[in-house]
Nanobody, 124 residues
Framework: QVQLVESGGGLVQAGGSLRLSCAAS????????MAWFRQAPGKEREFVAS????????NYADSVKGRFTISRDNAKNTVYLQMNSLKPEDTAVYYC?????????????????WGQGTQVTVSS
């Protein structure tokens, strides 16, 4: 019923910036937290950032805090991830996800709908 489509990934040099978008179709994400996760080759999927619905409270992984910003455009059913000061270790497939609730959890099992991912590659 809910489809999430990520876009905006690509190749960027270290220190550069990218903005990822996650467009939702079907049921809107109103009332639910949204999050970004990423998965690098050979590593487990890890939490990046989340944003709650009612208060727009945000949470960030320590590794991206101060560099990444998550935001929403409710009218467009879109969530964004602004990534600045990118590092090679940020290289991964980035996934957006809609939670089962509004907690903004950092744990993947608490998210029900997932996009297909967009590749981000940061070169030295």
């Amino acid at each position: 019923q809910v489809q999430l489509v990520e876009s905006g990934g690509g190749l960027v040099q270290a220190g550069g910036s990218l903005r990822l978008s996650c467009a939702a179709s079907g049921r809107t994400f109103s009332g639910y937290a949204m999050a970004w996760f990423r998965q690098a080759p050979g590593k487990e999927r890890e939490f990046v950032a989340s944003i709650t619905w009612f208060t727009s409270r945000t949470n960030y992984a320590d590794s991206v805090k101060g560099r990444f910003t998550i935001s929403r455009d409710n009218a467009k059913n879109t969530v964004y991830l602004q990534m600045n000061s990118l590092k090679p270790e940020d290289t991964a497939v980035y996934y957006c996800a809609r939670g089962t609730g509004n907690s903004g959890s950092r744990y993947a099992p608490e998210y029900l709908y997932w996009g297909q991912g967009t590749q981000v590659t940061v070169s030295s």
